[in-house]
């Protein structure tokens, strides 16, 4: 199959589990935009010459999104996690670059071919009848998708109390050529505990939100970046699976959030905005992970889609 053969099909099979909901994006439908500031810290330079880690401060649009390719989500149904969060930066010379991460630290599998085999099977188990078959088959033999499946996925207090993963691996260089590969890590500065099952199914469709629009009612919220670097053995072309913590982290810097963008402008805001994990700029490249490049050209192609009446 051509690769852009293989891309239409990842979108189809998203709109075959979650359906078509013209104008939103095919999954992450429920979103909301946030704009605020991203202020470098002193390492970020030594890791990357890239112009936004360089200690003046770059505005940021932020969105935080719930999994599901169903705009109307509740934030407390499990098919609400994992959560997004996407930041654009907005750089001096007009050119921006963007990072996209998720709340789960791995993702089901490190290809697009094998995430096709397994949206495939979610879509046959949720087709009507069902075939439960076909998911099966892959999940025996993809023990990380079956992690991914299986492992509890707690509904969050607040977006902004939660860590987010980048996954897919980056090199970092520097003004001295110097190269370090990395993934990113977005985390609060002090973690909140997350719900139970109980209190999720109770609250609100939109508490996430609500949380997020009182939160900023009562001063700017924070975020810290990090990359995670790369440790001998660790994984790089396989973003399903972790990396140990207990390696070098760079604190890049701190995300200040300042304002919702206004109720008027959110829908067409989002519906313009193409968040890309592809979308880098001088001092920050793919690596050998094949997903970052096929990430890209599948965010294009399903802005595209999004986009047609
Ligand atoms: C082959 C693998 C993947 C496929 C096919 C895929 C597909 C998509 C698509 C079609 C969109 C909507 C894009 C748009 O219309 O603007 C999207 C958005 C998103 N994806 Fe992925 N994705 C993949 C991997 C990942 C990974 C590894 C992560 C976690 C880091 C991730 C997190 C997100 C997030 C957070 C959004 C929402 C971005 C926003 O707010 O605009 N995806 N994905």
């Known amino acids: 199959m051509s690769k852009d053969r293989l891309y239409d099909a990842l979108l189809d099979a998203l709109t075959a589990t979650f359906g078509h909901h ?13 704009s ?25 649009l932020l ?5 599901s390719g169903v705009p109307a989500t509740e934030d407390g149904d499990p098919m609400a996690s994992p959560h997004g969060l996407a930041i654009r930066f907005a750089l001096p010379d007009g050119e921006s670059t963007d990072i996209v991460t998720h709340s789960f630290d791995g993702f089901p599998v490190a290809t697009p071919e094998d995430f096709l085999s397994f949206l495939q099977g979610i879509a046959a188990n949720v087709a009507t009848p069902p075939d439960p078959l076909p998911l099966q088959t892959f999940l025996a033999s993809h023990p990380r998708a079956e992690h991914f499946l299986q492992t509890p996925k707690p509904a969050p207090s607040s977006y902004a109390g939660i860590e987010y993963f980048g996954i897919n691996a980056l090199v970092f260089t520097n003004r001295q050529g110097e190269a370090h590969i990395g993934r990113y890590r977005i985390e609060p500065l002090r973690a909140e505990p997350a719900l139970s099952e109980q209190q999720a199914v109770a609250m609100p469709a939109d508490y996430l939100q609500d949380e997020i629009s009182a939160r900023l009612g009562r001063g700017a ?7 995670q670097l790369a440790a001998p053995g660790d994984a790089i072309e396989d973003g399903s699976i972790p990396w140990s913590r207990s390696h070098d982290e760079v604190e890049l810097g701190i995300l200040t959030l300042d304002a919702l963008v206004p109720a008027g402008e959110q829908q067409s805001a989002q519906q313009r905005l193409d968040f890309n994990p592809g979308r880098l700029i001088d001092g920050i490249a793919p690596s050998d992970d094949p997903m970052i490049l096929a990430r890209e050209r599948i965010y294009q192609r399903a802005l595209l889609r999004r986009q047609q009446p």
């Open 22 to 34: 013209p104008g939103f994006r095919a999954t992450h439908a429920k979103g909301m935009l946030l």
């Open 63 to 67: 969105r935080f999104s719930n999994f």
């Open 221 to 227: 919220v924070k975020l810290r970046l990090v990359v």
């Open 36 to 60: 605020g500031t991203f202020m470098a810290s002193p390492p970020a330079p030594v890791l990357s010459r890239a112009a936004h880690l360089q200690g003046q401060p770059v505005p940021v």
